[in-house]
């Protein structure tokens, strides 16, 4: 984890992926935005490949950067356009400051924090063979209520757009 | 719970568009994918033939009437020279209106291969179809040149006949091409016939119901499509068709896919008619002489053929000066044209344009 | 790092460099000149690839359509690729007022890296991978999700009606054949119990059967769900000629649309090697692979494939994109579905109970006869609706009008 190479590619993917957080809340675009969201996404991505967590890195940009994006794309297309701008919103200020205010907490947390010994602590091997393992096992029920979860979200997308008063046409 | 309610937009099909078969202009209104109206916006092609042919001779009209549905010129000649005809009382000799029928078959063979290979490339078979028609269009075409020297406006009727008799070399290449085109057509039903993915886009598509196609006066295959068995060579023979032995093929449907198929039948059909034709076809001069300046009687006329595309009808009224007081055509595209509307109204765009394919337009033909 | 058994087809002075490189320089020196040797190699296939792509498409379809392809350019048109890129280079470089200038030249240059990255885990011959994953098929889908993206952003850049319809078209398109995409994929993961795809191909050369004979389900789906996520025809909408002109990039012109073009062909090579990769064995030809560089072996394999696809695009029309949706979902959805219950059955009674080798013969003939009748059931329900009229007409000999209706009922008011 200290080979020169590897501390070169955490700075620079930091810098992508906080960089482009930023241009999220900055840009005036809604559209913009998200593509900004999804080129940090990206960055998780890669910060996930220098710890070497192969399976998540690929799920990620699957997932997130695949699939979240394109539903986030899909909402907006379904506002109109007048409420598409990234525009000011009221209490910015007092907001700001207790956006400030977490991310202080978190980062004064992160400082303090002891990362070889919590990293020591719980060992796992992150290849896709234990963490299909894990699911099966110790988390099992979470993930079978998330499956029911997805279904459910399936099948309440598909009455929400149904035609009214339309039985379902091939 | 609030509906989801996008506004409906217009969206503009044409005049440049690859497949509407023309300039022809479509203003479609969508409701999300769904047309809810479809206006029509013709005229792009207007070159005012109706007009023009009142300056001149019913002999300097014959070139007008391969323009008009450039794609069938043997058609609109025949139209027009049995109008004249018609309305002169001219007498065609024996041959010459037995090498009409042959010319008018072979034409009609064309036109489908066009309107068929057009239709499967609207439908998106990137125009291997439309190749393998075009090497028995090639043929044909090649049997016009042979004759009169032209592919495409052949200007080869005249009032009386035909202009030229046909050469030697034509009988050994008309033999070849009556033999093999059975097995060809036989060939393109077999593979698009029963294809799946065309019933897929063509079956319930655009569909014409029998009584809307007669109350909107439609002809052609539009009008054999929907299962009514009309066809003017069978109602009213003209040409010497009566002595033919035919069939008319009668879809089940109205739908696309139905018109393709008896747009394919009549291709055998027309095939047999010119097996006949040849079998049958006797000497003698192929025309009567007529005047350059023919004046017939003040009088008036409607003379119908069948074209490829529908009924083409000529309304001619004569003053006894040398060129026609009025001359019009009745377009079967035009014609067929009006119910567009009523077929396409609930459709999707990619249905309108397979639609408008199997309609078979010629704009040309609608605009003159 | 090792090198392979050196074989008769072997570069010496590259394996003399990279032992003179790892003996006299740092570490890390002999790993960066690999990758770069590695990458510009893979860059070089890809451009020829898409050069070759676009003549072999042009005569074949040319012949599948009773015409010669283009010979004027070179002999037999090999040239024709060049001339195209040469035409498309100098065209004048159109962009809309109206689009969004920041995002219209991202796109063409987005969708061309999930194409090459594709490349980057083959196994072309064992031990020469230039990326060997551990999570390659899960790499390959992610690299697909991306192309999709790209394609939105050309779509909504170009600010025009027709272009986002069809990025939308493309987008809904590419998330339904996702799904039986991952699907499939996952069987001969099953099978070769791991995700790296040399290592799928270790597991077909070990046993010495192709995993298209044990899934022939699969094989077929993902054939299917390739075509759609290509777009190519059948499944074509997104660039439908007729209809909306030319899709998500009707406003790029010159090399931005040559780029996506060329995105295209090279993605259809990208698919034909996974799937002669995952099912039919990669570089390994029964034993062959020792007399013949294994990657050209593999290169052929992968040419067949895209040759399949060619053919594909020059025969079938094409499907509207409520009939492309209602197939993914109702079709290849509930026959990956199934058939990933059966491989599943199949691989825990084959290693749970380890059972001999053997047992996969059986399997072969049990899954054929399943995929077969799941087929035609499948099959028939989904076209029962357009048999219920004959496909042929009737022929009539004499005219005959129906009484016509009342006046005032059918037509008008």
Redesign the interface.
Known sequence: MDEPAVIVAFWVLAALTLGSALMVAVVRDLIHAVLFLILSFVGVAGLYITLSADFVAVVQVLIYAGAVSVLMLFAILLTPSSARDNAPVPYSAPLSALAGLIGAVIIFVAIQTDWAKAGDEGRFQATAAEIGRALLDPFVLPFEVASVLLVIAMVGAIVLVRPAGEEEGA | ?T??RTPP?V?NIGPQ???THGVFRLRVTLDG?RIVDAEMVLGYLHRSMEKLAEERTYTQNIPFTDRMDYLAAMTGNLGYCLAVEKLAGIEVPERGSYLRVIFAELQRIASHCMANGTF?????????PL??MF?EREQILDLFEMTCGARLTTNYMRIGGVAFDVPDEWYPAIEKFVREMPARISEYEEML?????????A?DVGVL????A???SVSGPMLR?SG????VR??EPYCLYDRFDF???????GDC??RF??RM?EMRQSVRIIEQALSQLPGGPPSVPVPLALRPEPGEVYARIESPKGELGFYIVSDGGPAPYRWHVRSPSLINLSVLK?MTVGL????A?VTLGSVDINVGEIDR | MTLPVAAWYDFDPLRELYDWLRDHTAGEVVYVVAAVVGAVGILTFVGLGALVNVWLERRIIGRIQVRRGPNRVGPFGALQPVADAIKLIQKEVLQPRVSDSKLFNLPPILVFIPAMLTFAVFAWAPDLVYADLNVGVLYLLALSSITSLAIFVAGWSSNNKYALLGAMRVIAMAISYEVPMVLTLLAPVLFAGTMSISGIVDFQRHYDVWLAFLLPVPVLVYAIAATAELNRTPADIAEAESEIVAGYHTEYSGMKFGLFYAVELINSLAVSGIMASLFFGGYSLYGIDEYVPPWTIFIGKMYYFYLGLIWLRGTLPRLRIDQLMAFAWKMLVPLALINIAVVALEVLLWRELELDDAVLAAYVGVNFVLGGLLLAVFFRMLTRGYYRLPTRVRLVHDVSVPSLPAPGSAFGP
Not at chain 2, 209 to 212: D, L, Q, R, S
């Open positions: 719970m509906e989801l937009y969206v568009h690859p497949s994918e499967i490339n609207d439908c998106g078979a990137w125009q291997t190749m393998y090497r016939l029963d294809n799946e993915i065309l019933l897929a886009r079956r119901k029998p009584e809307v007669i109350n909107a499509g009514i068995a009309w066809d069978k109602a069939d008319i093929p009668v879809g089940h449907n896919y139905d198929v008896v039948e009523e999707s765009v990619a249905d344009i």
